[in-house]
């Protein structure tokens, strides 16, 4: 859709073309989203890509994952695949939730060579399952605006269904995953009304390598909830703690209903439990 209020596009060299967003300025990075409906209070766009960011980096400590990483090179940076141009990650196996939640989401191979792994975390919509996967593995977003920058667990950046915590002139720079979390073993389970439709609940779990366990719940909820085991749970420990989320964070549209959402988030959770439980020391 073409944005026929649009009257500049700036390509951004530096942390001080932030300054000019807010209002009528909005972040321009792969665009898919942006393009896809009006936005008819908008006259100016920043473009971020030109910024420059390596997709993916790797340090001794974990993975830096840029904002503008497409979601093509964040679901080619599974064990054994290519890592950005000529190097490649060794077998870990937490990164196996990289491909696995850009299948979850309704978009084509094109839009993965254009949607950024930045653009699924800001929308911050309950079936964003980028999101949800870099929420599993415990990930830090790093938080740029014009004048300095500031760090939160991710876990922490979505308040509800399209809202976050970014504030006027601020943008993600990228997410961190740490070392031990790419090092965990993962499971995920999924489930929507249609089997092409949007997903109705999706569950990640990470076991690591320390032999504790989460759980986290995305599509189902309003935001992304992580639940935190000592141990692998048994199945129905998984239910009961699902059972036990706060009735008011599950979401509630066409494409579940809140009680349809709790009750197969359940068992989801069960099934990954079980998953994770079998593997474990």
Known sequence: MDLDTVTEVVTATGRGDLAQLGGSCAVLAGGTFLYSEPHDH??????????GWPALVEYPDGLEVAATCTLAEFAGAAPGRELGAARRLPGLPGTDLFAASCRALLASHKIWRTATVGGN??????????????????????????????RIPLRDFVLGPGVNVLTPGEVLRSVFVPQA?????????????????????????????DGTCALTVTG???????????????????????????????????HGAPDWRAHVTGLLAAEVAEELGAGAP
């Open 42 to 51: 908008l006259d100016r766009l920043v473009d971020i890509t030109t910024l």
């Open 121 to 150: 975390v800001c929308l911050s919509l309950p079936a964003g399952a980028v999101l949800g996967a870099l929420v599993a593995l415990d990930a830090t977003a790093l938080l740029w605006r014009a004048d300095g920058e500031r």
């Open 220 to 254: 189902a909820t309003v935001r992304p909830v992580v639940l935190r085991f000592p141990a692998p749970p048994t199945g129905s420990a998984a239910r009961a703690a699902v059972d036990a989320i706060a009735p008011m964070l599950w979401f509630d549209d066409p």
């Open 181 to 209: 979390s790419l090092f965990s073993r993962t499971a995920m389970r999924r489930i929507a009304l249609a089997p092409q439709g949007r997903s109705g609940s999706v569950v990640m779990g990470r076991l690591a390598p």
